[in-house]
């Protein structure tokens, strides 16, 4: 009796080291860096009111697309106020293609975009370079400011 108890302590230890080596392995894991890539134009020059499309890629540092991450897309225009215009979601090979309208996100009509992933459990946060946008006034075209 004496030894089947022991028997069983020590696997409820063992059990009890093993379910607290995952747990601490779950909550203190280390992310894996990222690189985030908006494509760069020649020249950007667009009608408020038109559609601009923003398209690149995510990966981790060992060069492997992330797929099925949410992507922001932001300015850096006196509106909107957290600057974010677009968003949108990686594909299987960790590619991207957001379109939104263009608007006067600034009085002078020239504003910084980059695009933005803010990470999970798995991934840490990465910034594209900016790219410059040049919006003309147009007819119908709108304004956030």
Known sequence: MQRERTCSMRILLVSLMVLSAVSVGTIYAETLDTEIRLFQWRSIQVNAGYDIAFSGNLKDSSGNPIPHAEILIRVDGVCPDDG?????????KGRYFIMTEAMHWDPDGLVRANAVFFGDT?????ES?????????????????
């Open 129 to 145: 370079r900016d790219q410059l946008i040049v919006v003309f006034p147009s007819a119908h075209g709108k304004s956030c400011y």
């Open 122 to 126: 798995k991934y840490s946060p990465s």
């Open 84 to 92: 974010l215009i677009a968003s949108g979601i990686t594909d299987a």
